[in-house]
């Protein structure tokens, strides 16, 4: 599957992303050690902004970006040529078909096939960013895909302060302090619910090192 163009997206970071978001984000990262150097790996984060994906990719060292890969909805980043190209090339995200199967299709494949070639992953659990700086019900899809590949060590993040930054729906960033804070990777777990529960829980503790309110 292809990645898109490696040498566009580094340049992509360096001359715009990591100036961009030195302008209007103030960024405390926690535990930036937790961040996996090598694949494959999946990391899992909350999400209110598109920046979070720019934010979270800038972490990483422009010669690891080309391994580094951000699930996203098919049908909301490949609508037209200039979006999907910008999606492949700049971004390299791993475009998914949103709905679960179609015909026989394995919606879980292309997530697989990126992970044995050691990539690290992207995902948000909650399937669409929500309102600024609120959490959404975590989707079940992840729990399918530990379960699927135990050994792939999943990693928790929680992310403060980008859906003020660049709210679903604006156009223009604010400038504003945002907060990352790793977490441990996860352990295999028994059944789906486990991985669910646990993935809530850590989450939550996360979330706690932040100025974030917790929600109900």
């Known amino acids: 599957m292809s990645s898109g163009h490696p040498f566009l997206r580094k340049v992509f970071f360096l001359l715009i992303v990591r100036p961009i978001m030195a302008l209007v984000m103030g960024m405390n990262v926690r535990h930036r050690e937790r961040l996996p150097s090598t694949g494959p790996a999946v990391i899992c984060a909350n999400h209110n902004s598109h920046f979070d994906t720019l934010a979270l990719m800038a972490l990483f060292p422009l010669a690891d970006l080309p391994k580094v890969r951000a699930v996203a909805a098919a049908d909301h980043f490949m609508k037209d040529n200039a979006t999907g190209w910008i999606a492949r090339n700049l971004i390299g995200i791993l475009p998914i078909v949103r709905g679960g199967t179609k015909g026989n299709s394995d919606p879980l494949e292309p997530l697989a096939e990126a992970l044995a070639q050691d990539m690290i992953l992207i995902v948000y659990p909650e399937g669409t960013r929500g309102e600024p700086e609120q959490r959404g019900a975590l989707k079940k899809g992840i729990s399918w895909l530990s379960q699927r590949l135990p050994e792939v060590p999943v990693i928790p993040v929680f992310l403060h302060g980008l859906g003020t930054v660049l709210p679903r729906g604006a156009f223009v960033p604010v400038p504003y302090f945002c907060d990352v804070v790793i977490g441990e990777p996860l352990g295999a777990h028994q059944s789906r619910e486990a991985t669910m529960a ?19």
């Open 198 to 216: 646990a993935l809530e829980d850590a989450i939550t503790t996360l979330a706690g090192e932040t100025p974030f309110q917790p929600w109900d």
